[in-house]
């Protein structure tokens, strides 16, 4: 497996400009990734994306094929008791 990077843009409300997930090399550039992206959007779990080697580092240029899995975001504000969100599972 190797990590793969996406471009978050520098206009970003986390104030990351990257993230990286494990993928798994399919060839000629193409990646299945490993694990759910959580700043990336528009990209799930097992999905495939296209790459290119740009200084040293293997970038997210495309997205592949679709998976079919689905990423959920849930943003819990400062001081919120995940209980009362929650409940006990």
Do not use: C
């Given at each position: 497996?190797?990590?793969?990077?996406?471009?978050?843009?520098?206009?970003?409300?986390?104030?990351?400009?990257?993230?990286?997930?494990?993928?798994?090399?399919?060839?000629?550039?193409?990646?299945?990734?490993?694990?759910?992206?959580?700043?990336?959007?528009?990209?799930?779990?097992?999905?495939?994306?296209?790459?290119?080697?740009?200084?040293?580092?293997?970038?997210?240029?495309?997205?592949?094929?679709?998976?079919?899995?689905?990423?959920?975001?849930?943003?819990?504000?400062?001081?919120?008791?995940?209980?009362v969100l929650f409940g006990e599972f």
């Open positions: 497996m190797k990590k793969v990077i996406f471009d978050l843009g520098s206009d970003t409300w986390h104030g990351f400009s990257s993230e990286s997930v494990w993928a798994n090399n399919l060839g000629s550039g193409v990646y299945q990734l490993e694990n759910s992206p959580f700043f990336a959007k528009g990209i799930s779990f097992k999905d495939t994306v296209m790459t290119n080697q740009i200084a040293g580092r293997i970038q997210v240029v495309g997205l592949g094929s679709e998976s079919g899995h689905s990423t959920y975001r849930i943003l819990v504000s400062q001081g919120t008791h995940y209980h």
